[in-house]
């Protein structure tokens, strides 16, 4: 496999009540602290009901967090492009893909709140329908071409782009999957990648994994595609890592108890249900289900390599935003992430490490070449003492 890159997915969550534009801000500075730890990706949700996840646009946030940063690539997680006239949701991304100069990222997907988009009269099965043609008008615009479209919700009429992406030939772009397939297929038919959201959310998810690639590489298959690259695929998973698990578990009962109780009761994912009643019980459930790690670099080096050896393989490890710790200890786990997990699978560990072994060895060889030359010249003054 390839070097896996590690980044966010942030949608976010924030527990409703608090002060909207501190939290906002604190989503914009663990981007910035992010990008100088390393990580190489982060992308921004767009949601509009609920209370929790509360940006709108993820186009403008990443403008704004796009100055911030150096290198960090920033992508829409996702753009509800069933919500959007397609040709407004391409010309925006060229946009921002020239304002990033490359560093942006189109994450595509149907809508995740039943109350977005009740509010301009759709249902789940009309976003998962508008998905479908929306995301082949966005390609088709994006490869040059002059589009003529009716749509349940818009007409497109000899519509083009005005600029051509900056990125060469284009920017990424991503499909987003829970547990269907019908992420994975898109991402195979339209030669993009895949974002496995709600994959390890499940208790089975592992073995979702294995079956949203296959569902990929069949479906690239039979449209003609060019065989995909695993390089393409993004999971997004569950940690908080801290020094001591006992440390870990002490910081996430800050916030872990509202994310449970909105999956539970208000983001309407039957897909990515999730258990527990107090907090040892959600604690718990994210370690023993499999699908995260609260703990120590170790518990989250295991996950990944889990994930590593369940899926075949992936190129990004995607950190799901979910405040369940304060700020400086979610930063602190990100610290402790990228300075022992990130390495480890970033081939950047195994020649330190062989070269403080080389440097053992030599020195002990160094120590017994001392002691044999003292030895030797020990004998030689006994002998010369002796003949004297």
Known sequence: MTRLRFGTFLAPFHQPGQNPTLA????????????????????IGEHHSAGSEIIASPEIFIAAAAERTRRIKLGTGVTSISYHNPLWVADRMVMLD???RGRSMLGCGPGSLPTDSAMIGLNPT???????????IIMRLLRGEVVNAETRTHTLIDAQLQLAPYSD???DVAVAAVASPTGPRMAGQ????????????????????AHHWSVVEERAAHHGQPAPDRSSWRLVGLMHIAETREQAYREVEYGIEHWFRYFQKVAAFPQMAVEGGDLKEMIDFINEAGIGAIGTVDDAKAQVQKLVDQSGGFGAMLLLGHEWADPEATKRSCELIA???????????????AAKDRAASTREEHARTQLDAVDTMTRRYEQEKAGG
């Open 24 to 43: 906002l801000q604190r989503d914009l500075e663990l981007v910035e602290h992010l990008d100088r730890l390393g990580f190489d990706e982060a992308w």
């Open 190 to 209: 339209h030669g993009v990648g895949l974002l496995s959201i709600g994959a390890t959310l499940t208790q089975d998810g592992f073995d979702a994994l």
């Open 169 to 171: 030939p284009c920017f």
């Open 339 to 353: 300075q022992h997990v990130v390495p480890e699978f970033q081939g950047q560990t195994a020649g330190t490490l």
């Open 98 to 100: 020239h304002l990033t």
């Open 126 to 136: 009309d976003t998962r329908e508008l998905l479908e043609v929306n995301l082949d």
